[in-house]
């Protein structure tokens, strides 16, 4: 393999806690069963980069009966994103372990820019030599363009490529195009499944 490609939410980080997400749907004057269905419905518009903050929150709003209030964009984008720092740290360490050993490391996430941005900010994200967001590259997972984009920035080729998504559509839509596909469900099963995978010079203490 010449690249090992992980996924950000669901494999590096966790999912918003009860607290984050109640704190993201009292924001919007509702309760969280409320408020998700609302947050997701149009969520890969901005991911994309094909809507600014403003005008996603605005429709999260008007979805949930709210149009006539204005949003408090700053402070909603703040909120979304401490929603999603909840990191994985054994993922983290295996990222590290990996780093340390001279493995190829890529990140592939669907990311609004402003999530983009704070995760190249992050000290962790240093140990991927590149970082691919769907808002950067116009190109959402599970699009099977975003994985020849990927390759074509990687200099590889899907077949040289070993990619980790904890979503089932992901995985499938990568091995689609040749892509070696895991997916992710905890730590331990992707050490597992990597110690299989790679070589020991990767997986093997030394």
């Known amino acids: 393999m010449d690249w090992i490609v992980f996924d950000y939410a669901g494999v590096l980080c966790g999912p918003p806690s009860p607290a984050a997400a109640a704190r993201l749907a009292a924001e919007a004057g509702v309760g969280p069963a409320e408020f998700w269905p609302a947050f997701w419905r149009r969520r890969v518009d901005y991911d994309l980069g094909a809507v600014d903050a403003a005008a996603y929150w605005r429709d999260v709003y008007a979805q949930l009966g709210s149009g006539s209030r204005e949003p408090d964009v700053e402070r909603l984008v703040a909120l979304d994103l401490g929603a999603w720092l909840d990191m994985n740290e054994e993922t983290l360490r295996i990222v590290d372990m990996l780093a340390t050993r001279g493995a190829r490391l890529a990140l592939l996430s669907n990311a609004p820019v402003e999530m983009a941005r704070l995760i190249d900010g992050e000290g962790w994200s240093g140990a991927f030599a590149h970082r691919l ?73 030394g």
């Open 133 to 205: 967001f769907s808002a950067d590259l116009r190109l959402a997972k599970p699009d099977p363009r975003i994985y020849h984009e990927m390759c074509a920035i990687l200099g590889t080729t899907p077949d040289r490529v070993l990619f980790i998504d904890d979503r089932q559509e992901n995985v499938d839509a990568a091995e689609a195009v040749g892509i070696r596909a895991l997916l992710f469900q905890n730590a331990a099963k992707l050490w597992s499944d990597l110690a299989f995978l790679l070589p020991a010079s990767l997986v093997e203490a």
